[in-house]
Structures are given as structure tokens and as C-alpha cells.
């Protein structure tokens, strides 16, 4: 049997190395030849265990120690002990080792967890639920902007349990099946699967008797009030996020975020695109052949004049500037754009009726000529 190779040469690092440099090289090694990324790899397997005894041995000071005084003889059987007193014997042990050595020991994620599970240990504490709520505010609110009360329930931390679900004062305790890890490991050699627990449910934890208020979850519902400020210009259907505003989380993370949906309610005079609004206006046809002048309401309360051009054809369209909505953050409104159209009478009186007619034959006599003219090039086009 080959005698095993120095401890310090397997890492790559000097006697005197630091215990970050020894720590830092043993990282480097154990990516490199993780089984994970070497599948059938004997030669990879085998100086994946390797390094996992030099860094047992040479990260424990007194290990170390007898290491340095006497060599392999000074801790024999000490590297990952197993029932024989020697070596790791499987690859449950070797993972554990892991977790203890980066962190996972005390129900948290290993940095092989970290980059081959993609870091769904128990380690990371998990975010509350996000909530979403709507609102809705008129046009007028839109160009304004506009502070509104919001009721809504969430859960937060359970007071009776403060929030550990647990009836005893000493809360959850580490489960015994996955040791606080939240998986285990199953398989033979280095083929392994890792599983969520099934006695924690990934928790890493374990309650053994309930809080009656809030049945073991740790949080209860609560009915809350928030203010928040919509600010000018806002789009539809824009989603504003209130950090921390949603529910509690269920292990001591962070609270979920809040997101306030915002419809605008469609106006009755106005329609919006973006900063600019449309409307329309009706008009005689009297006043667009003659011109005048017209009073419309804005979207502010007051009313803007607009002159009417003698001969103005119906479907117009005259701009207002700076009577638009509030820019969204920026400086200034949009426009009002509003289309004149000829409205016409459903009811006339008898002198309206005689003036339209006496209107009407001035009319022909006048297009005479030009219709004559038009149909004798109509015909002509035919006969030819």
C-alpha cells in the first residue's frame, strides 16, 4: 500500500501557510475534483477524499500540531474518524464534514450546495409572500397626483409564539433526521441524490407541539391601513412597489414587498394618450361656415377660448398647449386636442327650414356651372 502524501503538498501550500490559505486552497481543490463535475472519475474521487483529510487534519490546531511533530503516524485515525478509527467511511460523512467545516453544521447550506443545488439550502432565510392591491383613481387624480388610504391583511408574526410556531418557550428545534440541513443525502459511493427531509419539510427545523393561535405557522392575518402617494402623470395598470410591505416571512427573513396596481377610470369628456388628452366639441354648421369663437371646460376646472376660423371643415382639430396631463416625472403637461364637428339639427323650425332652402338654391345656382363642366369631362372620358 502506498504511504499517503503530505498533507501540506496535497493543498498546495507551505508549512507555514495561514488558516485562511489553507482554507482557501482546500476550497480550490475540492471544486476542482468534486464528483459532481468529474461523474466516473476515479482519479478525481480519489483526490477529492484526499484533500478532505488534509484539510480535517490541517485546519484543526491540534491536529496540526501532532501533524507537524510526527507526521502521518502523529494522526493516524484522526483525519474524518470513522468506526474504524480511520479515514471517511461513506459519502454521508464526507458531505457532513462539509457542511460543518463552511457553515451548513448549524442548519445552513454548504458552498457545494451553494453551486451544485443552486444554493436551495436551509441557509438562506426565505423572503415573505409579495401581496398585490388595486386602486383606482380618475383623470383628474392622474394630473394632480394624489395621496390614497389602502386596507389590507397580511400575516405577520404571531404574537403568542413570536412568530416560531412553537407552544414551548424554546420554539423549534433542529430536526433530527437531516441534522438542521433541510435535505439528505442518498446514494452509494459518489452516485448520491439529495432529497428534501421528509420530517422537516426542507425546514431544517422541527415543532413538536403547535401554537393554537396560530396552528404551527408562525404567522396570523392582520388587517392593516397604508398611505401611499400616487404620484402625477402615472400610466394604467402601473405597479407601484412598497417595499416590505407584504407578509412577514416564516423563518426571520425579510418581509414580502407590497405592489399597488393603479387603473385610471375612464372620463367622460376626455381620452388619454400618455400626457396628451382628446376630446370633441360640436359645433353648427353655421358657426363653422361663419367662424366664432367657443368656451371648453379643461381638464383642470377652468375653461380655455378657441377661435373658429370662418370655413372650418368638420373633424378639425385644434391644439391647446401645456393643457394635457402632468408629465410623469418631468416638467410641463402634455396638450388638449380638441375636434370640432358639425352637429346637425334633428328638429327644425319653420323659418330655419325656409332660410336652409333659400341657402340651398343660392347653392345650386352657384355649383351650376362647375357640375356642368365636371359632367361634360365625365361624358367625354366615355366617348372617346
Known sequence: MAAPRDYYEVLGVAREASEEEIKKAYRKQA?????????GNKDAESKFKEAAEAYDILSDTKKRGNYDRFGHAGVSGAAGAGPEGHGFQNVDDIFRHFN?????GGGGGSIFEDLFTGGRGRSRQRQGDALKVDVTITLEEVDTGVDKTLEIERREPCPTCKGTGSKDSSGPKTCTLCKGHGAIVRGQGFVRIQQTCPQCRGEGRTVERNCAPCHGEGLQPKRRTL????????????QLRLSGQGDASPDGGPSGDLYVVVHVKEHG???????????????????????????????????????????????????????????????????MNVRVFCEIPKKLTARQEELLKEFAEIEKKQQAGKNRGFFDRFKDMFSE
Not at 33 to 39: I, T, W
Not at 100 to 104: A, R, V
Not at 227 to 238: A, F, K, M, Q, R
Open 31 to 39: 471544486f476542482a475534483f468534486h464528483p459532481d463535475r468529474n461523474p
Open 227 to 238: 398611505n401611499v402617494h400616487i404620484p402625477g402623470g402615472i400610466e394604467d395598470d402601473t
Open 100 to 104: 460543518d467545516i463552511f457553515g451548513g
Open 269 to 335: 369628456i376626455f381620452q388619454r394618450k400618455g400626457a396628451d388628452i382628446y376630446g370633441e366639441y360640436p359645433i353648427s354648421f353655421a358657426d363653422l361656415a361663419l367662424g366664432t369663437k367657443i368656451d371648453i371646460p379643461t381638464l383642470h376646472g377652468g375653461r380655455a377660448t378657441v377661435t373658429i376660423p370662418k370655413g372650418t371643415a368638420s373633424g378639425k382639430i385644434f391644439r391647446l398647449k401645456n393643457q394635457g396631463v402632468t408629465q410623469f416625472h418631468r416638467e410641463g403637461r402634455g396638450d
